[in-house]
């Protein structure tokens, strides 16, 4: 039997009923529908999850038949895994073995599935999460709207989103302080408010989509996760007025043209020209963030070519765009991937449900293209963007703009740990003058290595590299003093210290070394590789 397409797929109207959500957590529990059971040996393992995670099932229902049939026990989990994650229509007699305290009736008035003659239906997506961050391991049960590869075609416009790679990405990014007020921005499935409320007290979850803040209350409910303050409006409209210790937005950012027949899907599309959504969103942080509050969030930007609209200048557009706010804020944005206009509009035509070689695919291309180069636009890219008030207005806002594209480093627990010890030791630098900084006992951080290339037969390095282990890992062009530098830096030695013995070492001018290294120290405890 085919899956539920979007033309006669019912509208779940999901319950916090207290009572129905204990016995389907109970059930949940009891039957290992873990992220670790399913992606391990005795569920759908590696292999298939790749697959999956590719757009295609079939390796994944093949592998569940099987271990299913191999260990009786694992046949709770399979069952869960092929009606909720894959989308398969289950009989009620083994949709009842695997939820048998809610049953296929309590599965019913939760709003999961829907009896359809002699078999259940998924009217949503329900599968398992988990992640560590600062504060330990945990895992929830996150549900959202089926997605394409259950629906087989193009998602309805008010689709609700699940988890997906941006979502993990960001919650992989939060800085985990403990605060009082924070805010998400666009909730969706409320990932994001979920996360916030493992560092504060208060969250505001806002929403275009009544659907959307319908699951963001029942995964909230489900998962046990109080505090959580769930408002409808666009972007700023529902918080006019109030400050927050933390902001966090996925932002519908994906460029879409407006033109008639292109989707408009309110998970992705701000239904703004170009990239003026995240431009709006990055305008109207700085008077929403308390003195002190950190504001991040995802989004694209345009680069333009000759006779582009004016201002399309990638990531550099950021800082323009929080300056036109009207308080003062430190900008720091971290490109990580650009494409072309032909991959982007590929990628997210792709996205809606709409497949390649259809009519449909080939219209909405068109209308991607055409939009484009309209415009001008000759490059897309995505990354980053961490906008901070400074506690003290009075000072000078900072900008920071990196293209990193490479991979990350090792970080157990996310970035958000990485990210946070960036903005303490701007903070720490932009009170220090050179003098100050030169005085310093600066130590070097345990995940920096040196990496030395030498032309055969010569015994001077040619390139000399400073590897980070963690954060970005980034990789830093070095010399022979700047490493001897990084080398010496144990905390015994204050910089000026090492700068004097290195100027007699190497017989240069003491003042000359000391002005050419100072400006690479600064950068150095900036990104983590020294420790001041």
């Given at each position: 039997m085919p899956p539920t397409t979007p033309t006669d797929a019912p509208t779940p109207h999901l319950t916090t009923d207290p009572e129905l959500l204990a016995r389907l957590r109970a059930d949940l529990a009891a039957s290992g529908f873990t992220v670790e059971r399913l992606q391990g040996a005795d569920a759908w393992g590696s292999h298939a999850g790749a697959a999956l995670f590719r757009g295609e099932r079939v390796a994944a229902r093949r592998a569940l038949a099987r271990s299913a049939a191999r260990d009786e026990s694992v046949r709770p989990a399979a069952t869960l895994a092929l009606l909720f994650v894959l989308g398969y229509p289950q009989a009620p007699k083994v949709v009842a073995e695997a939820l048998p305290t809610l049953g296929v009736d309590g599965a019913v008035d939760v709003g999961l599935v829907a009896r359809d003659g002699d078999v259940v239906r998924a009217?949503?997506?329900?599968?398992?999460?988990?992640?560590?961050?600062?504060?330990?391991?945990?895992?929830?049960?996150?549900?959202?709207?089926?997605?394409?590869?259950?629906?087989?075609?193009?998602?309805?416009?008010?689709?609700?989103?699940?988890?997906?790679?941006?979502?993990?990405?960001?919650?992989?990014?939060?800085?985990?302080?403990?605060?009082?007020?924070?805010?998400?921005?666009?909730?969706?499935?409320?990932?994001?408010?979920?996360?916030?409320?493992?560092?504060?007290?208060?969250?505001?979850?806002?929403?275009?989509?009544?659907?959307?803040?319908?699951?963001?209350?029942?995964?909230?409910?489900?998962?046990?996760?109080?505090?959580?303050?769930?408002?409808?409006?666009?972007?700023?409209?529902?918080?006019?007025?109030?400050?927050?210790?933390?902001?966090?937005?996925n932002p519908p950012f994906v460029i879409t043209p407006r033109v008639e027949g292109v989707p408009e899907y309110e998970y992705r599309d701000g239904g703004m020209v170009g990239d003026d959504l995240v431009a709006s969103v990055v305008e109207g942080l700085g008077r929403h963030l308390a003195p002190g509050g950190v504001a991040q969030l995802l989004g694209n930007w345009e680069s333009g070519g000759a006779g582009s609209v004016a201002g399309k200048r990638g990531a550099y557009s950021v800082a323009g765009w929080a300056a036109r706010g009207d308080v003062p804020v430190d900008v720091w944005v971290v490109e990580r991937e650009v494409q072309d206009p032909t991959a982007y509009a590929e990628?997210?035509?792709?996205?809606?449900?709409?497949?390649?070689?259809?009519?449909?695919?080939?219209?909405?291309?068109?209308?991607?293209?055409?939009?484009?180069?309209?415009r001008g636009v000759v490059e897309v890219g995505f990354g980053y963007v961490t906008v901070r008030r400074p506690a003290d207005d009075a000072s000078a806002p900072m900008v920071r703009t990196e293209r990193l594209l490479g991979g990350l480093g090792q970080n157990d627990v996310g970035l958000g740990a990485h990210l946070l010890g960036t903005l303490e030791a701007i903070d720490l630098l932009r009170g220090l003058d050179d003098e100050q900084l030169a005085g310093r006992r600066l130590v070097v951080a345990g995940d920096v290595t040196e990496e030395r290339h030498y032309w055969p037969g010569n015994d001077d390095p040619t390139v000399i590299l400073l590897r980070q282990g963690g954060g970005f890992a980034r990789t830093v062009e070095s010399g022979t003093a700047l490493s001897a530098l990084v080398g010496a830096c144990d905390g015994e030695l204050s910089v000026d210290a090492i700068v004097g013995a290195l100027a007699q070492l190497l017989g240069v001018d003491e003042a000359g070394l000391r002005a050419e290294l100072l400006p690479r120290v600064r950068e150095l405890v900036t990104i983590g590789m020294l420790r001041a």
């Open positions: 009217l949503v997506d329900l599968r398992p999460y988990a992640f560590v961050d600062a504060s330990g391991e945990a895992s929830w049960w996150i549900a959202s709207d089926l997605g394409e590869l259950v629906v087989e075609g193009a998602l309805r416009e008010d689709h609700v989103l699940g988890v997906g790679g941006a979502s993990a990405t960001l919650a992989g990014l939060m800085v985990s302080r403990q605060v009082d007020r924070a805010l998400d921005l666009g909730t969706g499935c409320g990932i994001q408010a979920l996360h916030a409320a493992r560092h504060a007290r208060h969250v505001v979850a806002t929403d275009i989509s009544r659907r959307a803040l319908d699951f963001a209350a029942f995964n909230a409910a489900l998962n046990l996760v109080d505090g959580i303050e769930l408002r409808l409006g666009s972007l700023f409209e529902p918080v006019v007025g109030e400050t927050f210790d933390h902001i966090v937005s990628t997210w035509i792709r996205d809606g449900g709409t497949r390649p070689g259809t009519p449909d695919f080939e219209r909405l291309y068109e209308a991607w293209l055409g939009d484009f180069e309209s």
